[in-house]
């Protein structure tokens, strides 16, 4: 049982926009910075936003993110087949002391 | 380019040791806290354990308290899991990951699989 609760699955067709919810608690997101990963299986997890809604450099602005109280979510725009891996939030947790993520995300472009 | 590689990975029997090494590159490795993240076959990411630049601090999972031991060597840009006591359920890919203090978890590496197996 993952400490940030996410859908397990999302799909949506190739142009549409989806959005991947996150949610936890005072510790956690609601104190704390929230991140969000890509990843592809064999592959290094890649970083798509860091403080709640920043983008590293070289992600495309296809993907953004916000937070509200112990919230977070993942929103892609202009959906693309290249898109279609897991998604994972992530945050710092000051009661545990230590990372937490969400159960992951698996997004399908239908 | 910063370059997380990490090695040491492999079968091990219940109960055995195993040592995962990270070699890190391309950035001033004494100035970030690393962590170990891992993920188990069909499951999601799980963070194991963080240690700060210094090595001042060090936290664990309670899965792995009292039986994994994070460390660094910062002059030879490298960060290391001793693992004792391994279960079944520790099975996994170990990824390690740098981060700015508490936040920023920004790079990792390809990770490196644990299998715990009679």
């Known amino acids: 049982q993952s400490v940030l609760t996410q859908p397990p699955s999302a799909s949506g067709t190739p142009g549409q926009r989806v959005t991947i919810s996150c949610s936890g608690s005072s510790s956690n997101i609601g104190g704390n910075y929230v991140y969000w990963y890509q990843h592809l299986p064999g592959t290094a997890p890649k970083l798509l936003i860091y403080r709640n809604n920043q983008r590293p450099s070289g992600v495309p602005d296809r993907f953004s993110g916000s937070k509200s109280g112990t919230s977070a979510s993942l929103a892609i725009s202009g959906l693309r087949s290249e898109d279609e891996a897991d998604y994972y939030c992530?945050?710092?947790?000051?009661?545990?002391?230590?990372?937490?993520f969400g159960g992951g995300t698996k997004l399908t472009v239908l | 380019e910063v370059q997380l590689v990490e090695s040491g990975g492999g079968l091990v029997q219940p109960g055995g040791s195993l040592r995962l090494s990270c070699a890190a590159s391309g950035f001033t490795f004494s100035s970030y806290s690393m962590n170990w993240v891992r993920q188990a076959p069909g499951k999601g990411l799980e963070w194991v354990s963080y240690?700060?630049?210094?090595?001042?601090?060090?936290y664990y999972a309670d899965s792995v308290k009292g039986r994994f031991t994070i460390s660094r060597d910062n002059a030879k840009n490298s960060l290391y899991l001793q693992m004792h006591s391994l279960r079944a359920e520790d099975t996994a890919v170990y990824y390690c990951?740098?981060?700015?203090?508490?936040?920023?978890?920004?790079?990792w590496g390809q990770g490196t699989l644990v299998t715990v197996s009679s």
């Open positions: 992530a945050a710092w947790d000051d009661s545990l002391r230590g990372w937490v």
């Open positions: 990951a740098r981060a700015v203090g508490k936040l920023d978890l920004d790079y």
């Open positions: 240690i700060a630049p210094s090595s001042s601090t060090m």
